[in-house]
């Protein structure tokens, strides 16, 4: 499909070119945001008409994203969240949340102009472009971590992460499995048992042991004898 933007898309055009897009992008993008009309004789002639009206409006909003731009290139923003010892976020952070940030900092955006591909589900730090306006981009940076603290160690480059081997992973699922398959007070006495069999086998080959004393072996007294 052939269009006319009305104004400056990136990879695509400045305002006034008449372009060839797919028809999907066209149909779900560019007409119903405003961004572009149909190539069309009307729709030529029309956007002669709005040409003058067009390029006003989009210096007005060109001035306004700068100013925005002015507070927001370069900040940056910490969101805490809880994760795993891997750094595996149990959630996510997504465009709404930094919108939100943004706004309790005194600035607003829709949550469109955040160039964030997909949700944010580990720590760490991350770049996130703003398209403010098809002609100004900045962009900002978000720390996801579990605690202030953490997230000052991030700034600073240290990797927070728990990363463990294959030994101690093989470990850990042991104990998970034995925890799993005895009571704590049976676990509790296997654990003494096999320690008294350990103490065993680890006394030195052909050590002597005590032993008690002998009893005397019983027998039948002797009569005295009578004197004659």
Same mark, same amino acid.
């Given at each position: 499909m052939e269009v006319i933007l009305l104004e400056r898309v990136g990879k695509l055009g400045q305002m006034g070119d008449v372009v060839r897009v797919k028809d999907g992008f066209a149909r779900n993008f560019l007409l119903p945001r405003?961004?572009?009309?149909?190539?069309?004789?009307d729709n030529k002639n029309r956007f002669e008409?709005?040409?003058?009206?067009?390029?006003?409006?989009?210096?007005?909003?060109?001035g306004e994203a700068g100013k925005l731009a002015g507070k927001l290139d370069g900040k940056s923003y910490v969101v805490l969240r809880q994760a795993s010892e891997a750094g595996q976020l149990f959630g996510s952070v997504s465009t709404r949340d930094i919108a939100v940030l943004?706004?309790?900092?005194?600035?607003?955006?829709?949550?469109?102009?955040?160039m964030l591909? *997909? =949700?944010? /589900?580990?720590?760490?730090?991350?770049?996130?472009?703003?398209?403010?306006?098809?002609?100004?981009?900045?962009?900002i940076t978000v720390t996801v971590a579990r605690s202030a603290d953490e997230a000052q160690r991030i700034a600073r480059g240290e990797d927070v992460t728990v990363r463990r081997t294959e030994a101690?992973?093989?470990?850990?699922?042991?104990?998970?499995?034995?925890?799993?398959?005895?009571e704590p007070e049976a676990a509790k006495a296997r654990g003494g048992r096999e320690e008294s069999e350990g103490a065993v086998a680890a006394a030195p080959a052909g050590a002597e042991t005590a032993e *008690? =004393?002998? /009893?005397?072996?019983?027998?039948?007294?002797?009569k005295k004898s009578e004197d004659a």
């Open positions: 405003g961004k572009a009309l149909r190539a069309t004789a008409e709005m040409k003058t009206e067009l390029q006003t409006r989009n210096l007005e909003m060109k943004i706004k309790d900092d005194g600035a607003e955006i829709g949550r469109s102009q955040l591909n *997909a =949700p944010i /589900k580990t720590i760490g730090q991350y770049k996130v472009p703003l398209a403010l306006h098809p002609e100004v981009e900045v962009a101690e992973e093989e470990a850990a699922a042991a104990a998970a499995a034995a925890e799993a398959m005895f *008690a =004393p002998a /009893k005397p072996a019983k027998g039948k007294r002797k």
